[in-house]
């Protein structure tokens, strides 16, 4: 590919902006070395892999190659045997251990995962754990062997830890004693590797030893004991053991890290061509990109593409195609319009494709393979040269014509500008007729309406043009593929308030034959919005009577599942209705034989109540609900409250609000001992109720103070009931009966047992009590009462 095009397109921006998305040097430069290729299998094969790495970071993240160095004069010195150092030890350890975190990376959840294109690139990596390990085990820093790299170091960083401590112990000892009034100050320094005390120079023939240094003033004197020289001749000649036993472990572990000098060269290789191929992901990922199709025919048809270095916010996407009806498309329209961003987006595009890039555009986009890509764009005009602007064009197509074919690409930006616009015309046409001719896949952008002639006269040459809203003087920067662009001279002249005798004047300078042109495309423009506008609202209604036909479907699903679920529901009823039939049957026989012909009539007939009773029952259950009168007002969710007396119409029921409706309307109402689930639409209220009143509907007594009662059962009554052990449906049964004698015996508060526990049966107690007409209050008892396992009940006078 001729750098020229690469330049020009920006193509050497983009690769710098690839190159920030890699994680290594190496990487990097591979980067930067990215160039487009022409081999379609290549091409396939490239995107395949960005396109898996794509997947592979929307997976499981990003990953990162930092510690992938360039090793090549390391690896080098291992090959030869040289010792490494342990700054260069430590580096392929840190390099080791990224392969085996790239290595999991790389590594399926599951064993029978289907691989991609990467799986062998990750599965080829050899952490080499073993290698990494010993020399992490050996080396604790740059600067620092551990003292378990080997036993002979160990042994003599003891023997000089011994020694340190026997000199510090003698030094000391002389500092705190006879030698401290010969000091300058009492302590140890060191100078040239010997221990040393600060001694005053009037006193150096009082202290025996050697002098190794002197203060800057003279009046100190640095002076190493003869005591401790022994001493410290053993610790330098253990420093030299020590250093010697250092260099004798790094050479030690260079030879071992030397037999897989292969195998780290290859982990470089790998590694950097996965940084590469994960920085065209991550780029991907930050522009919005696809992976496009690409094809050998000379066609392309980018939908949706944005040129990736305008920003987001301000690029509009274009579509562009050509190579079916026609391989040559020639764009006109106003200065700042977008001409040269769409010849420059379909260039760029191609090469970053045909380079394994991902693109800027909508899935199902595509490109072909060109060998070439020529492009001339912009103000190239040379002083040193002599060369005018078009001099310098014409420079440019020259080289294009003569090394063009029918498998390169040439874009044109104003062909045939710079000059007399009458002969720049006339070769324009020339020009593109010979590419035309040649089957040369050309765009190219003009102000010229002789062109936008040659395009519409000619098969096989389709005019576009780059949109221009005159109301604004703006461009839309839209690309109109099939209708030539109108140059809007006089409009926004007039526009800006160019005086209209002078936009007058200048039309009549025009021929007829141009206004006839002119008014032809200007009537093509206002055709091409209608049905633009018309298009868009069939759109709409298009989605609207999906929305429709949607939402049928759904009402449709949710009625077929309403209606399987109430014949299933049905059809278990009536089986239970059945076996219950059969259960009484079959207890009615047992009862009769068992009784035999002595029997009582009064144990048959307690028997025939008891199972009467069951009967009735079950028809209350399945007996049909009511129709509502005619006249029926449904109630509202306001005028409801909890306690207040409602009747259930279709049941024919009485009883008392206990719980709020939900979004259905649907609520329960307590009657009795029975709670009852019912909804808002079939309720009426039945007004107040004096609580006695009600008492006597609900359970046939007389609750006045003044009427009679059971003496008996007053006199017995307890003030208190323990639930304790009943589940919550007895406990409410229970609840209620005692409740009920409590108040006929005139007590005024009752003390409720259900204790602690998880306390599902303290709040059946109180869901219970809320619909209780002649419960004035209830709370749960305080110290001393029973705390949270007893509810105190307070009775209405």
């Not at 991907?284 to 048809?301: G, R």
């Not at 007058?504 to 007829?512: H, L």
Request: with cysteine; charged share 30%.
């Amino acid at each position: 590919m001729n750098k020229k095009a690469l330049h020009v397109l920006e193509y050497d921006k983009i690769i710098e902006k690839l190159a920030e998305h890699a994680t290594s040097d190496p990487g990097r430069k591979l980067c930067l070395e990215l160039e487009p290729s022409s081999d379609i299998k290549e091409i396939r094969k490239n995107l395949q892999k960005t396109n898996d790495a794509i997947a592979r970071i929307f997976k499981k993240g990003s990953v990162n190659f930092g510690d992938n160095k360039e090793f090549g004069g390391i690896l080098k010195a291992l090959k030869i045997g040289s010792s490494l150092d342990m700054a260069s030890l430590l580096r392929l350890a840190s390099f080791l251990d990224n392969v085996n975190r790239v290595k999991s990376y790389g590594r399926p959840p599951r064993d029978d995962e289907e691989g991609d294109s990467l799986t062998e690139s990750f599965q080829m990596l050899e952490p080499l754990t073993f290698v990494s390990a010993e020399i992490r085990r050996c080396i604790v820093s740059e600067d620092e062997m551990s003292s378990d790299a080997s036993p002979a170091l160990r042994h003599i960083r003891r023997g000089m830890m011994l020694a340190n401590d026997r000199i510090h112990e003698q030094l000391n000892r002389m500092i705190n004693g006879s030698l401290r009034t010969y000091l300058q100050d009492a302590v140890v320094t060191v100078r040239g590797d010997r221990y040393c005390i600060p001694v005053k120079a009037e006193y150096k023939s009082q202290v025996n030893g050697l002098v190794h240094d002197q203060s800057s003033s003279g009046s100190t004197l640095f002076i190493e004991p003869a005591a401790v020289v022994e001493l410290n001749n053993k610790i330098r000649e253990m420093a030299l053991q020590e250093s010697a036993e250092i260099e004798k472990i790094l050479m030690e572990l260079s030879l071992s890290v030397a037999e897989h000098v292969d195998a780290i060269r290859y982990n470089c290789e790998i590694m950097t061509d996965l940084d590469f191929i994960f920085a065209k992901a991550s780029y991907a990922l930050e522009i919005n990109a696809i992976t496009p199709v690409f094809n050998e025919q000379h066609i392309f048809d980018i939908k949706k593409g944005r040129h990736p270095l305008i920003a987001k916010d301000k690029v509009v996407p274009i579509d562009v195609y050509a190579g079916r009806d026609f391989d040559m498309l020639i764009i006109t329209g106003p200065n700042t319009g977008g001409k040269t961003v769409t010849l420059k987006t379909v260039g760029l595009l191609t090469l970053m494709g045909q380079a394994g890039l991902a693109i800027p555009a909508a899935d199902r986009s595509e490109l072909s393979v060109f060998e070439e890509v020529y492009a001339d764009i912009g103000d190239e005009q040379s002083i040193e040269q002599s060369l005018s602007t078009f001099s310098s064009h014409m420079t440019n197509t020259v080289a294009i014509l003569e090394n063009a074919n029918e498998n390169s690409l040439c874009l044109f930006d104003e062909l045939g500008a710079g000059t007399d616009p009458t002969e720049g015309a006339a070769l324009a046409i020339s020009i593109l007729n010979d590419l035309h001719k040649r089957k040369i896949r050309t765009l190219a952008t003009t102000h010229y309406s002789e062109l936008k002639v040659y395009a519409l006269n000619t098969k096989g040459v389709q005019n576009a043009s780059c949109e221009f809203d005159v109301e604004s003087l703006k461009p839309t920067y839209r690309l109109l593929i099939g209708l030539p662009g109108k140059s809007n001279a006089f409009a926004i002249s007039s526009k800006l308030g160019l005086p209209d005798r002078i936009i007058e004047a200048a039309s009549e300078q025009i021929s007829t034959e141009d206004k006839r042109f002119e008014d032809l495309i200007a009537d093509l423009e206002m055709s091409r919005k209608t049905i633009e506008n018309e298009r868009l609202e069939i759109e709409q209604y298009k989605k609207e009577a999906e929305e429709l036909r949607r939402q049928l479907e759904q009402k449709t699903d949710k009625l077929d599942r309403q209606k399987e679920d109430i014949l299933r529901e049905a059809h278990e009823q009536a089986r239970q209705i059945l076996q219950e039939a059969k259960d009484v049957a079959d207890e009615t026989i047992k009862v009769y034989r068992k009784a035999g012909p002595n029997a009582s009539m009064q144990d048959l007939e307690r028997t025939r109540t008891k199972l009467n009773e069951k009967i009735s029952d079950k028809n209350k259950a399945i007996t049909k609900k009511k129709e509502l009168p005619a006249d029926h007002q449904i109630l509202k969710e306001s005028q409801l409250k909890l306690g207040e007396s409602v009747k259930i119409v279709s049941m024919g029921l009485k009883g008392t609000i206990s719980s709020k409706p939900d979004k259905d309307g649907n609520l329960f109402i307590q009657c009795g001992i029975m709670k009852t689930k019912a909804n808002i639409r079939d309720l009426v209220l039945i007004g107040d109720e004096d609580p006695k009143a009600a008492m006597k509907k609900f359970y046939g007594r007389n609750t006045s103070g003044g009427g009679k009662m059971d003496l008996s059962k007053a006199s017995t009554i307890r003030t208190e009931i323990n639930l304790i052990g009943k589940n919550s449906d007895d406990a409410v049964a229970a609840l209620d009966k005692y409740l009920d004698d409590a108040y006929m015996s005139h007590l005024n508060n009752v003390r409720v047992v259900h204790g602690k526990g998880t306390g599902a049966l303290r709040q059946a107690v109180h869901q219970y009590l809320k619909g209780v007409p002649y419960v004035k209050s209830f709370k749960l008892g305080e110290f001393g009462e029973g705390d949270a396992g007893v509810t105190i009940v307070t009775f209405i006078k």
